[in-house]
């Protein structure tokens, strides 16, 4: 958490605060974590964009070349519209006619910021090659398919790599995996199921977009109004080990798988053994 829902929501939220306006400054105390920030001081931010989990804010100057501040929300981060005992970095805006500053809180202290040249993303490896928008025309079939079918990985690692489709994280990998009937560490896809988990993910995605992204139990994300997700109220699998499949009834469990937590329905994806 957060993962593409979530961050594409707070992108929405926060757009309408920021662009247009000028940052006066961005106060933190904890350099290594949120870098270079003091070089967007005095720029407009322009736009909002975001690229798999990261938030890109697009800053001008008319008298100097653009720069970009890149934010990861991390596990617990995200931006709000008052302080909290949680804040870690306050963003001053110039303008009276909206808040005169937006924070970012961050319980885990996981998320980080960093202001670069636009595209300059040598220091942030995930960022720099992560693959094709999973909502974007550039996500295409055929090519997806391509890439997954036959591969000797096991399937939910390779999600959360990045590679093959950017913004899927955890939660968003068990959905799409549970709706195309494949088992997490399922490895070498026939060109069906690569196809079936393509469709999955597009899916999964718009709903969960839709709905404002997954609010969990431990209220790790809320929008920067407060305001929960609804997509956990549609989960199939994730965070419902024990109780029974939608589709099929038979228990959800749980494993572990990469070191993560992965929830599977064992009727309705099966573990098949492929040479």
Known sequence: MPELPEVETTRLKIEPLLKGRRLLGIEH?????????????????ARLSRRGKYLLIELDDPDQEPLELIVHLGMTGGFRLEPSKHTRVTLHLEGEDAPPALYFQDSRKFGKMAVVRPGRYAGMPTLANMGPEPLSPDFEEEVFVQRVAGQ????????????PVAGVGNIYADESLWRARLHPAQTRLSSAEAAALYGAIRATMQEAVL?????????SYAQPDGVSGLFQMRHNVYDRAGQPCNRCGVPIEKTVLAQRGTHFCPHCQVLEQRE
């Open 211 to 219: 709905a404002g992204g997954s609010t969990l139990s431990d209220g």
């Open 29 to 45: 105390d904890a350099p290594q974590r949120y870098r270079d920030t003091e070089l967007a001081q005095g720029r407009t931010v």
């Open 152 to 163: 000797s990985r096991m399937i939910k690692p390779w999600l959360l790599s990045q590679l």
